[in-house]
């Protein structure tokens, strides 16, 4: 058995903003500002925007890539920059390399195995790739499909950035996050991930939602102090299946329980409570798993867990699309599709931390940010499902998550 992981919960609150908007107005959201409490600890008003674009990337679900992509967050060179550089154009990275290029590895390869396989189940669409670079030091590539057979929109993006943490951020995750970081200033640190969101033409075929990240603080000579993970995968339905919300937990529970039976149940349960839509009541699907700073001495079995866990979104939701992508559907489904992926763009807007803070953050890639939103979307005035219908039979799970695996 894997030694446990050490977790650390993280409790934020979050302002609200009105929900009934056309489509065509949330490419201006840029402008939405972020009522988010400033640490205690942090000097000055001119240090928040940089703070929360930086807590976006270590904590959030969404796309931290394209928040990480800005010049303004940092002043100054990673001392691993330039040894990484070395390091990889002498071969391939093997696993006496540093975690930080393991990680960039892995999740370079994940992202082209889920392009390759999603572009071939959808059969007719193209995934374009997008490059950047920082100047400071990193990557990242965003890959995304548009109008395709069977997918509306999905997109798969991954980001290796190096950088400057500066003195507000290091209070800030002494402070809120418990991170013993002894520094008088700013402190380097390096940011890997990989995000990926996909909608569905057919409503009876759920959008899906993954992201696994990696975290690390630099000593002054570019070696490790401090390091953590993060991610999770969940699944959002329109209609409900339960035969398929219970593949694709007892996918994720399968890889969890080969490291600690306790990561299922405690996962899924923050999972949750982090995609509850608060202003509606009800969790924007059915739920998957959850988890951040996750650290441990033996750092081989952190990213064991992280690889376990990334190598499975194939398999958790690719045979749930190889089901529904060609079943019959009304316009009356669709509408009610669209209307459910207006409840996604509320919780991404509203309530999710990386597109929250990314969009508050000077110089972000809005475009990469606003890839997990659907081509189309829908709000209803005062809209209620039928009595006994299927809609209502999917809002009366969404209020009160289901345990889709016996918990024992």
């Known amino acids: 058995m894997a030694t446990p992981f050490r ?43 940089t703070l929360f ?54 999740i370079k390869d994940l992202q082209n195995r889920i392009v390759n396989e999603i572009q071939q189940l959808d059969g007719r669409g193209e995934f374009t790739r997008t490059t950047w670079e920082r100047k400071e030091g990193g990557e990242g590539i965003t890959c995304v499909l548009s109008e395709g057979k069977v997918f509306e929109k999905a997109g798969v993006g991954i980001s290796i950035v190096y950088g400057q943490l500066p003195k507000a951020a290091v209070e800030q995750m002494r402070h809120d996050r418990g991170k013993d970081i002894e520094a008088e200033g700013s402190v380097p640190f390096f940011a890997a991930g990989i995000s990926l969101v996909m909608h569905p033409h057919n409503p009876n075929a759920p959008t899906v939602h993954m992201n696994y990240r990696y975290f690390e603080i630099e000593n002054p000579d570019g070696t490790p102090k401090l390091s953590w993970f993060g991610g999770g995968a969940d699944l959002t339905p329109s209609y409900l299946y339960e035969e398929d919300a219970v593949h694709f937990h007892q996918t994720l529970k399968d890889g969890c329980d ?46 064991s867990f992280i690889k376990e866990m990334g190598n499975r979104f194939l398999p958790s939701y690719v045979p749930i699309i190889e089901k529904r992508k060609n079943m019959r559907y ?41 890839m997990t939103m659907p081509l189309t979307a829908r709000w209803e005035y005062m809209h209620e499902p039928a009595l006994k219908s299927r809609e209502a039979d999917l809002i009366e799970v969404l209020k009160v998550p289901r345990d889709w695996i016996p918990l024992v």
């Open 53 to 106: 674009g930086l807590m976006a990337a270590t904590g959030a679900v969404g796309l931290s890539y394209s928040i990480l992509s800005t010049d303004k967050m940092t002043t100054a060179h990673c001392d691993a920059v330039n040894d990484d550089k070395q390091r990889k154009s002498q071969g391939p990275i093997t696993d006496s390399d540093p975690m930080r290029l393991r990680m960039e590895a892995f």
């Open 330 to 370: 009304t316009d009356e489904m669709k509408e009610w599709q669209q209307i459910r992926r207006g409840r996604y763009v509320e919780f991404n807007l509203v309530q999710d931390r990386g597109t929250k803070f990314g969009l508050n953050t000077p110089g972000a890639r809005i475009e990469a940010i606003l």
């Open 7 to 49: 977790l650390s919960r993280l409790a934020s609150r979050y302002p609200r903003i009105p929900t009934s908007m056309p489509i065509s107005r949330l490419t201006s959201m840029q402008s939405y500002h972020s009522a988010a409490r400033a640490s205690t600890f942090v000097a000055g008003r001119k240090y928040q925007k």
């Open 258 to 303: 080969k490291f600690n039976p306790n990561y299922y149940k405690d996962f899924k349960q923050w999972c949750d409570k982090y995609f509850f839509i608060k202003h509606r009541g009800e969790a924007r699907g059915i739920g998957g798993i959850f988890f951040d700073d996750l650290d441990d001495k033996n750092k081989e079995n952190v990213f």
